[in-house]
């Protein structure tokens, strides 16, 4: 994915938001999604995410600035919307405020009803997004009796069986546990393989670095800086002016790259996979023993949803 293509699914240009009682939250916001990338938006709390998201589908309209898709300026007229909507999708971050149906698969199937689609295509796409997501095993259960990671996952479904072209998910692994938040991860990394946009905010910069595959970073209602993950988080200046603390990834890498370890042309390692091959390749890991043990630890680890282990251990 390149950002240089210009086939930009959403374009926003110079927004401005302020919210009924004066707060400035988006202050000429403009930012090119390029299609089918994994787009994450990071930034602290308060700093515009959330309500540049509601943008993007319409839900709010900005003061000041168009919002484009697939390079025509939205209009704001109902069916204008209602289009809009069936292409760009979004989770909220909180599911209590997403979920209304009484079962989970009136929950999920609601969106594409709602298209007028025929039966037998609403039972297809429903079947397809709890086959995604795991949600077929409680499709009878009421929502309101789920786990916060299983409505997570009954929102991303409903949105999935409305095939949208974009996904637009705020803050998706917030007040997940490891496990619920990796597989959340995987979905959207097996959503994006076949060719939806994945636009997540995050404020976990971990998460950005090693999943994105273009980066905006957003303080106080403006975007502060852009890029690939490599080159935005290498920049001192811009982590510093947007509170943002460097990926564990990036700051061991450049620990090792400053005492030799590594060549200076070697690529920043995106995962901890990454990380050990280049520790191998560097005879970094003289016995394959250390090798083994990095993995026993990841691998104990994953399964104890504990990551203090591994460092204790380390
Ligand atoms: N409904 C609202 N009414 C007034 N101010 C709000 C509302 N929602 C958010 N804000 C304010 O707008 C700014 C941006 O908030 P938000 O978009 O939620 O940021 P983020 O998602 O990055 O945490 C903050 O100053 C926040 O307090
Ligand atoms: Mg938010």
């Known amino acids: 994915m390149s950002i240089e293509t210009g086939d930009w699914i959403i374009e926003a240009c110079n927004l401005s938001y302020m919210y009924p009682d004066g707060t400035q939250a988006l202050r000429g916001v403009s930012l090119k999604i390029p299609k089918g990338g994994k787009i994450a938006l990071l930034g602290s709390n308060g700093a515009g995410k959330s309500t540049l998201f509601l943008h993007l589908n319409g839900i709010l309209r900005p003061r000041e600035g168009v919002v484009r898709f697939a390079g025509s300026d939205l209009k704001y007229d109902r069916q204008t919307l209602l289009e809009l ?13 997403q979920l209304f149906s009484a079962s989970v698969y009136q929950e999920i199937s609601f969106g594409p009803l709602n298209l007028g689609l025929p039966e037998e295509i609403v039972r297809e796409r429903v079947e397809t997004a709890m086959a995604a997501t795991g949600t077929g095993e409680f499709r009878q259960r009421p929502t309101h009796m789920l786990s916060y990671g299983q409505k997570k ?8 069986a409305m095939n949208p072209s974009v996904m637009v998910c705020d803050e998706p692994t917030a007040w997940l546990d490891p496990k619920n938040a990796r597989q959340i991860i995987s979905l959207f990394n097996q959503i994006a393989s076949d060719g939806t946009t994945v636009i997540i905010s995050t404020h976990d910069v971990n998460l950005a670095y090693s999943w994105a595959d273009y980066v905006f970073i957003m303080a106080e209602g403006n975007i502060m800086g852009e890029g690939d993950p490599e080159s935005v988080f290498r920049d001192e200046i811009l982590m510093y002016k947007t509170n943002l603390e460097k990926p564990w ?3 061991i890498h450049e620990i090792l790259l400053k005492k030799g370890c590594f060549p200076a042309d070697s690529s920043m390692p995106r995962n901890r996979d990454e990380l050990y091959q280049l520790l191998r390749n560097n005879n970094m890991c003289r016995r394959e023993e250390m090798l083994n043990d990095f993995n026993n630890i990841r691998d104990e680890g994953r399964e104890r949803n504990n990551v203090t282990l591994g460092i204790k251990r380390l």
């Open 85 to 97: 909507r069936k292409n760009v999708g979004i989770v909220f971050q909180d599911p209590d405020s």
């Open 153 to 160: 996952r009954v929102c991303i479904a409903g949105i999935l």
């Open 249 to 251: 990834l990036v700051e």
